[in-house]
């Protein structure tokens, strides 16, 4: 019986891992997924995460690009693909929301510092499902984990975020 919940369990939490959104492009296909497990790359890759494998292949870069070809394509594919970059999974508490508010779900700070610093990409979309940009989404976490281990974590992602150009929906 309790082999048959865990098989149950890692089936039910798998079908939240899928973007939600129908991609033409098929390098986002479990984006999701490699940022809600922190999917580490294979020895020998020049990326640490899988993650950043997908948006960079999906940003068509190259070796031979430059830091800031990589950074304006990679800027150019996620405004193109904004709408594409949400995910939908059992362990997130927006339905449909943005990446960028699950990998502060899940505390994937590395990926908060590719978005924001190496990338530098918009994060002032406003998600359909619960209204709010990603600042937002960071706002509201802080003032329910207030008192928590998570709270200074919380407030080091809206500096980040900040600093980034992220603004609250009711500033855009």
């Known amino acids: 019986m309790q082999n048959l919940f865990l098989i149950l369990a890692f089936l039910l939490a798998g079908i939240g891992y899928a973007q ?5 492009e098929p390098n986002l296909d479990g984006l999701c997924a490699k940022v809600y497990t922190a999917q580490e790359e294979d020895e020998g890759s ?6 950043q494998t997908k948006i960079l292949s999906a940003a068509r870069v190259s070796s031979s ?13 996620w405004k193109k693909n904004e709408e594409k970059l949400i995910c939908d999974n059992l362990g997130f508490n927006v ?23 190496t990338w530098n990409v ?29 709270e200074p974590v919380l407030q080091r992602y809206y500096k980040k975020l900040r600093a980034a ?4 929906k009711s500033e855009l």
């Open 20 to 24: 939600t959104e129908n991609n033409s």
């Open 95 to 117: 339905p449909k929301g943005s990446i960028v508010k699950l990998a502060v779900a899940r505390r994937f700070e590395d990926f908060i510092d590719d978005v924001t610093e």
């Open 46 to 51: 020049p990326n640490i995460y899988t993650y």
């Open 165 to 168: 150009g992220a603004k609250y």
């Open 122 to 150: 918009d994060l002032n979309k406003v998600d359909k499902s619960d209204n709010k940009t990603v600042l937002d989404y960071v706002h509201y976490e802080m003032e329910i984990r207030k008192g928590t281990p998570h």
């Open 65 to 77: 690009d430059t830091e800031d070809e990589v950074k304006k394509k990679v800027q150019k594919f």
